[in-house]
């Protein structure tokens, strides 16, 4: 794939992504926003859908369907230039320009092939290399994402730092309690259990090795009850997958920042992964006793923010609502467990569906490029060919203004009593005017043998017309 053809597949699917994502994204945020009712668990799907579901939709609708029912909104040329090297031939002229000096009845006359349409200006290859909107929403797009993948890896550097000095935990009251909680659970896989002493809260992290990392003054402040429902808190977020999920989340705030409610999806998710945990901790270890955990983590927060790193979920991090948070605990309201989930799998692969066949995008319509394809050359005027014969229209016009005025000098100097100094100053002028022609003569002749071999072919690949050459007499 050439790397027009690559501009040409990312600015149409960045088009197409820019179209779903905000059709979904707004459907979901107006879904959860109007239907107050609706269960936490089915707005965490409907927001976690909308998330893929543009990357999904988007792909498939460019690489499979021809034509949605919504339409294109615009049209995105690809140019399939084949390998190797395009040739243009010159196709047979049928008539003869001639270019000839009207002042000099011994100049030279020429014939060249020249172009007369608009094809060369609508090329492939003149498109291709100009600079388009395809490319400038590409080099946007990238630019856009590389400053907010620096500025996110900059945010989090501080606390990766402090995660590669954390010390494992293995003895005393910690694991063992963390032991029970995760056979309580039926969290069938091992978590790692670490500490720092300049954590300010306990988060978990790690998609295939998961870990939880709690403050040193957890371990003497706390007490066991609150110990115990920090640990219960981070641990529904590993029993949940929110790592991974903030984790993807996050990715794709970086990838595309130009899409404003990617941002307002991936709070949403942030915090119904928060209220979730909650309520696992407080099935575990008690509901008051989960508040009380959360009262206190906020005092320690209360100091300074930690930036998370993508893929890392806080206890009382920043936008953790946990006021809310609080209340609802206080309140008992725990939202159900969603215990069947089959029927999620055609719910989503209808809605993903419709989305492809159904929401406008960007069409990709290909443009083929034939190697050594005949192009007449009246049907480029902005070729080459076109342009020399211009140059030599010109040039001849030029010698004939030149020839004349020369002529009308010389006639005036004739007239009266001329100046030395004059008569010496036409004499140079006549000798580079000869000068000049010589040049010329050479270029011609030089432009004929170039001429020739190529209308030699192209006469035998089409056996009609005449042979054009550049011809003239010579003074």
């Given at each position: 794939m050439?790397p027009e053809?690559?501009?040409?597949w990312m600015a149409?699917?960045?088009?197409?992504?820019?179209?779903?994502s905000s059709v979904?994204?707004?459907?979901?945020?107006l879904?959860t926003?109007?239907?107050?009712?609706l269960?936490?668990t089915?707005?965490?799907?409907?927001w976690k859908?909308?998330l893929?579901?543009?990357?999904?939709?988007a792909?498939c609708?460019?690489?499979?369907?021809a034509?949605p029912?919504?339409?294109?909104?615009?049209q995105?040329?690809?140019?399939?230039i084949p390998a190797?090297?395009?040739?243009?031939?010159?196709a047979p002229?049928e008539?003869?320009r001639?270019?000839q000096?009207h002042?000099?009845p011994?100049?030279?006359?020429?014939?060249?092939?020249f172009?007369?349409?608009?094809?060369a200006?609508k090329?492939?290859q003149?498109?291709?290399?100009s600079?388009t909107?395809?490319?400038l929403?590409?080099?946007?797009?990238a630019?856009?994402a590389?400053?907010a993948?620096l500025?996110g890896?900059?945010r989090?550097l501080p606390t990766?730092?402090l995660?590669?000095?954390r010390?494992?935990?293995?003895d005393g009251?910690?694991?063992?309690?963390?032991g029970?909680?995760t056979a309580k659970a039926?969290y069938w896989r091992?978590?790692?259990l670490?500490s720092?002493?300049?954590?300010?809260t306990?988060i978990a992290?790690?998609v295939?090795r998961p870990?939880i990392c709690?403050?040193?003054?957890?371990l003497t402040e706390?007490g066991?009850?609150?110990?115990?429902?920090?640990?219960?808190?981070?641990?529904?977020h590993?029993?949940?997958?929110?790592?991974l999920?903030?984790?993807i989340?996050g990715?794709?705030?970086?990838l595309f920042?130009?899409?404003p409610?990617l941002r307002?999806?991936r709070r949403?998710?942030?915090?119904l992964?928060e209220?979730?945990?909650?309520?696992?901790?407080?099935e575990?270890?008690g509901?008051?006793?989960?508040?009380r955990c959360?009262?206190?983590?906020a005092?320690?927060m209360?100091?300074?923010?930690?930036a998370?790193p993508?893929g890392?979920t806080?206890?009382?991090?920043?936008?953790?609502?946990?006021?809310?948070r609080?209340?609802?605990l206080?309140?008992k309201?725990?939202?159900?467990?969603l215990r069947?989930?089959l029927?999620?799998?055609p719910?989503?692969?209808?809605?993903l569906?419709a989305?492809?066949?159904l929401l406008?995008?960007?069409?990709?319509q290909?443009?083929?490029v034939?190697a050594?394809?005949?192009?007449?050359v009246?049907?480029a005027?902005?070729?080459?060919l076109?342009l020399?014969?211009?140059l030599?229209?010109?040039m001849q016009?030029e010698?004939?203004?030149?020839?004349l005025?020369?002529?009308?000098?010389?006639?005036e100097?004739?007239s009266d009593s001329?100046d030395q100094?004059?008569?010496a100053?036409?004499?140079?002028?006549?000798a580079?005017?000869a000068s000049?022609?010589?040049?010329?003569d050479l270029f011609?002749?030089v432009?004929?043998e170039?001429l020739?071999?190529r209308?030699?072919?192209?006469r035998?690949d089409?056996n009609e017309?005449?042979?054009?050459q550049?011809?003239g007499?010579?003074?």
């Amino acid at each position: 794939m050439n790397p027009e053809t690559l501009l040409s597949w990312m600015a149409a699917w960045l088009l197409t992504f820019a179209v779903h994502s905000s059709v979904l994204l707004a459907g979901a945020w107006l879904l959860t926003k109007s239907w107050h009712r609706l269960a936490e668990t089915y707005r965490e799907l409907a927001w976690k859908l909308a998330l893929l579901g543009a990357l999904v939709s988007a792909s498939c609708q460019l690489a499979l369907v021809a034509e949605p029912l919504a339409g294109h909104l615009t049209q995105v040329a690809r140019f399939e230039i084949p390998a190797g090297r395009s040739e243009l031939s010159l196709a047979p002229i049928e008539s003869e320009r001639v270019l000839q000096s009207h002042s000099r009845p011994d100049s030279r006359e020429s014939t060249l092939p020249f172009p007369t349409t608009e094809q060369a200006q609508k090329s492939p290859q003149a498109v291709a290399t100009s600079v388009t909107w395809e490319t400038l929403s590409v080099l946007f797009a990238a630019l856009t994402a590389c400053i907010a993948c620096l500025h996110g890896f900059i945010r989090s550097l501080p606390t990766w730092w402090l995660l590669r000095r954390r010390q494992p935990i293995r003895d005393g009251a910690a694991p063992a309690m963390l032991g029970r909680l995760t056979a309580k659970a039926g969290y069938w896989r091992a978590v790692r259990l670490s500490s720092h002493s300049e954590m300010q809260t306990a988060i978990a992290f790690g998609v295939f090795r998961p870990e939880i990392c709690l403050p040193d003054r957890a371990l003497t402040e706390l007490g066991e009850q609150g110990l115990e429902s920090m640990l219960a808190h981070e641990l529904g977020h590993l029993m949940r997958r929110d790592p991974l999920w903030l984790r993807i989340s996050g990715c794709m705030v970086v990838l595309f920042p130009w899409q404003p409610l990617l941002r307002k999806a991936r709070r949403e998710l942030q915090l119904l992964a928060e209220y979730r945990s909650d309520a696992i901790a407080a099935e575990l270890t008690g509901s008051l006793n989960t508040a009380r955990c959360l009262l206190e983590v906020a005092g320690w927060m209360a100091a300074g923010r930690q930036a998370l790193p993508l893929g890392v979920t806080g206890m009382a991090g920043q936008g953790s609502a946990l006021r809310q948070r609080v209340e609802r605990l206080l309140k008992k309201d725990r939202p159900g467990v969603l215990r069947h989930r089959l029927w999620l799998l055609p719910l989503s692969t209808a809605v993903l569906t419709a989305a492809t066949t159904l929401l406008p995008g960007a069409e990709l319509q290909e443009v083929e490029v034939q190697a050594k394809a005949p192009v007449t050359v009246r049907d480029a005027e902005a070729s080459a060919l076109d342009l020399l014969g211009k140059l030599i229209e010109q040039m001849q016009t030029e010698f004939e203004e030149l020839h004349l005025e020369v002529d009308l000098l010389r006639a005036e100097l004739a007239s009266d009593s001329p100046d030395q100094e004059l008569l010496a100053m036409l004499a140079q002028l006549d000798a580079k005017l000869a000068s000049l022609e010589r040049h010329r003569d050479l270029f011609l002749g030089v432009m004929d043998e170039w001429l020739e071999p190529r209308v030699a072919e192209s006469r035998a690949d089409s056996n009609e017309g005449t042979e054009p050459q550049l011809r003239g007499d010579r003074k």
